[in-house]
């Protein structure tokens, strides 16, 4: 499994995304699940994928194959939302091959993608690509979106996180999702992927790969422990008179 998160806020995007894909526990390995399109001053795409591991390569390496031929690819997409269609029309491609065989197996075609970036000429954008080809754009109501284990890093996204988070404070936010993630599934796993992307910036060169020896992930970490720990035991106590009364 995976956990992968994109924000999206009046200051640019923030994507977020493990590494860790298993099939049992003695099938545990690492693969990068952000893939990032650029074509410098004119526009940065990312793409984060979640599912089945052979699935969201064979788009992923389906993408890329466009873009050395003539025709439809991310690199010339008008803007985001041709290049979304476009990421899903390659998805369905790749069902029109595999799925059937994969069924044979009882498997079932299990992908869904983030696609976020900007293009000259339109405001930063992100889409949610599900395992269909369909998608649905995210909002100053909605600005982000989760694939894979998203349950655990939920909460602190819907608290904390809104339209006009700056873009650090975004990225801080994200990372705690993963920490709350990895903390509490197995399936999820480092090293992390993290790409900040300021608006109209048109680079992503704002890129990290973070280990489990990272010295501001290991301080995120206790040093977030510890908030929660000590806000719980501020918390008034249960008073037992007070509940029965009412």
Known sequence: MTYCVGMLMEAGLVFLSDTRTNAGVDQINTFRKMSV???AGERVLVLLSAG??????AVVSLLYERQAKEGESLLKAAD????ARHVGDCVREV?????ESLQAFSIDFNASFLLGGQIQGEAPRLFNIYAAGNFVESSADTPYFQIGESKYGKPILDRVFTWASPLEEAAKCALISMDSTLKSNLSVGMPLDLLCYPRDSFSGEKRLRIGADDPYFKTLHEAWGERIKQAFSELPALDWEQCKGK
Request: charged fraction near 30%.
């Open 52 to 57: 089945n591991l052979a699935i969201t390569q």
């Open 80 to 83: 985001m939302f041709e290049a």
């Open 95 to 99: 069902h029109r091959r595999d799925a």
């Open 37 to 39: 399109f650029e074509q």
